[in-house]
């Protein structure tokens, strides 16, 4: 078999399994409706983009209280969200930061059910090293699936 | 503990990535009808704890607490029955696992579970969304659940704080 030209950049197997578990807690965190605690994982100036959306929330305090305002509407209908993080890739950048591509699974639950399917969508997250050793997401943008 | 302690903690010595293979194996085995071998995914002395509906759970004949290897291993022989009798195609699709180092060198973990069902000649649908937590020990060098609780999304404030 012959090397391909262009072998894929990819991490060590210890920080791919950092990564699954940092987003898993990450996800958690929002899921258990502690925005404040979710927003902690961007940084300073961070910013959070979607494509139903024309401009980024820049800051982590504006993507914070926007997520606050969500997490208490959802409270309020008294639906469960889950989000559900599937085939997470990871490219190492020269310049120290990661680029992670991940699909996220919006799964809805009323009160006695049927849970469904909410959105399916793709996300695309700049990471930079945190001052404790870990990551902190620096920018991420969110395309729906079946828009644009 | 903070955001790095958690992943630092649990990617030491490949911990994360023996509880995502267990959990594999685990789920293959129950969705395979593989009962005897499932439930010894669990300690002898395993506990097996769930919130469910309560008109569900009588429907399905189903409790609420299970005590030990043998009664867990009716409950899954029971839930197999009947789905097999509904002509029901299930797999569990596990995401978002966390896991925490627990007492006596096991694991805690916390991750999202749900059953997608097929019946016959039909669509699959999701059945449930739950929260599931356990407890882990590693004994003679495998994983097995020690304590699992099963939270479902559709019981009233399920919600629940993150380990």
């Known amino acids: 078999m012959t090397s391909p030209t262009t072998a894929p950049v ?8 950092r990564l699954q578990h940092f987003y898993a807690r990450h996800m958690q965190l929002l899921d258990d409706g502690d925005a404040t605690g979710w927003a902690s994982a961007f940084t300073d100036d ?29 409270a309020e209908q008294k639906l469960v969200r889950r989000h559900w993080v599937g085939n ?45 050793g870990g990551w902190q997401v620096k920018s991420r943008y969110i395309s729906h699936d079946g828009v644009g | 503990m903070t955001a790095s ?79 097999k009798r509904a002509g029901i195609t299930r797999r569990h699709w596990l995401s978002d696992l966390r896991v925490l180092p627990g007492p006596e060198g096991g694991a805690r973990t916390r991750f999202y579970l749900v059953a997608v069902d097929t019946p016959a000649g039909g669509r699959p649908a999701p059945r449930n969304s739950t929260v599931v937590e356990d407890e882990l020990r590693c004994q003679d060098g495998t994983w097995r659940v020690h304590r699992r609780q099963i939270r479902h999304d559709d019981v009233d404030d399920t919600r629940e704080k993150a380990p």
């Open chain 1, 88 to 132: 997470l890739t990871v490219t190492p950048v020269p310049d120290g930061t990661l680029r992670t591509r991940y699909y996220a699974l919006v799964v809805d639950t009323p009160p006695g059910g049927p849970a469904a399917l909410r959105l399916s969508t793709v996300c695309d997250d700049v990471l930079v090293p945190g001052d404790d």
């Open chain 2, 5 to 83: 302690a958690e992943v630092m903690t649990a990617s030491a010595d490949g911990l994360y990535g023996q509880l995502s293979r267990f959990y594999a194996r685990q789920l293959l085995l129950i969705d395979d009808d593989a009962v005897d071998e499932c439930a010894l995914t669990f300690t002898a002395d395993s506990v097996l704890v769930r919130d469910a509906q309560p008109e569900r759970m009588r429907a399905a004949g189903a409790t609420a607490r299970r005590e030990g290897r043998v009664k867990i291993a009716e409950g899954l022989a029971r839930t197999v029955r009947a789905r």
């Open chain 1, 46 to 74: 961070g910013s959070f983009g979607q494509d139903t959306r024309p401009e980024p929330r820049r800051g982590r305090e504006v993507i914070a209280e926007r997520m606050r305002l969500n997490t208490a509407r959802l």
């Open chain 1, 10 to 17: 990819t991490v060590s197997d210890d920080l791919y399994a």
